[in-house]
T-cell receptor, first 113, second 114 residues
Framework: DQQVKQNSPSLSVQEGRISILNCDYT??????FLWYKKYPAEGPTFLIS?????DKNEDGRFTVFLNKSAKHLSLHIVPSQPGDSAVYFC????????????FGTGTRLTIIP | DSGVTQTPKHLITATGQRVTLRCSPR?????VYWYQQSLDQGLQFLIQ???????AKGNILERFSAQQFPDLHSELNLSSLELGDSALYFC?????????????FGSGTRLTVV
């Protein structure tokens, strides 16, 4: 049962344009969502997170949007840079007492110079 | 350096063998989580320890076990290894008590079973 889904295995975007990565979840008990970036042979690196009480969180070039009614979140990267090429994982957690992260399968983002 | 240290980085072993993966959490973090990433898959949660006690269990096989020691480092033991156990094994740590404290991942141990 895949509780967190990233339906696009890959995405290619021109440098300088907006990258939009999508994530859907099924478990309504999730109340905190995170995006991680992963390079080959390295561990995931935290990018940005959002609590279920918010619908938007911004950090520099990265913005995460949460639509609770649709159980959908998205990560926007503007402008996209070549160094953004990596695999991006969406993850969700139920907070205190249920702290484990449930990950999606990832989206490989390629920024085209 | 994320502050979470995993050893060894690479491990090649034969089927039927037993291995131990080690994780030292970030200083001050009480929770340790173990994840498995098989080829082209997401990270699957295996088990969590908090301050020496098992706190949550995922789809961890009975051949696998883990523990967290008084100094908070953790070990993941994999026994009777099969070819399908070949994967990246990641450890993460957090202060514990919820997502607001953040999770930091180590760089992983790549296990190859031949």
């Amino acid at each position: 049962d895949q509780q967190v889904k990233q339906n696009s295995p890959s995405l290619s975007v021109q440098e300088g344009r907006i990258s939009i990565l999508n994530c859907d979840y099924t478990n309504s008990m999730f109340d905190y969502f995170l995006w991680y970036k992963k390079y080959p042979a390295e561990g995931p690196t935290f990018l940005i997170s959002i609590s279920s009480i918010k619908d938007k969180n911004e950090d520099g070039r990265f913005t995460v949007f949460l639509n609770k009614s649709a159980k959908h979140l998205s990560l926007h990267i503007v402008p996209s840079q070549p160094g953004d090429s990596a695999v991006y994982f969406c993850a969700a957690t139920g907070g205190f007492g249920n702290e484990k992260l449930t990950f999606g399968t990832g989206t490989r983002l390629t920024i085209i110079p | 350096d994320s502050g979470v240290t995993q050893t060894p980085k690479h491990l090649i072993t034969a089927t039927g063998q037993r291995v131990t993966l080690r994780c030292s959490p970030r200083s001050g973090d009480l929770s340790v989580y173990w994840y498995q990433q098989s080829l082209d898959q997401g990270l699957q949660f295996l088990i969590q320890y908090y301050n020496g006690e098992e706190r949550a269990k995922g789809n961890i096989l009975e051949r696998f076990s883990a523990q967290q020691f008084p100094d908070l480092h953790s070990e993941l033991n994999l026994s009777s290894l099969e070819l399908g156990d070949s994967a990246l094994y990641f450890c993460a740590s957090s202060a514990g008590g919820g997502a607001d404290y953040g999770y930091t991942f180590g760089s992983g141990t790549r296990l190859t079973v031949v």
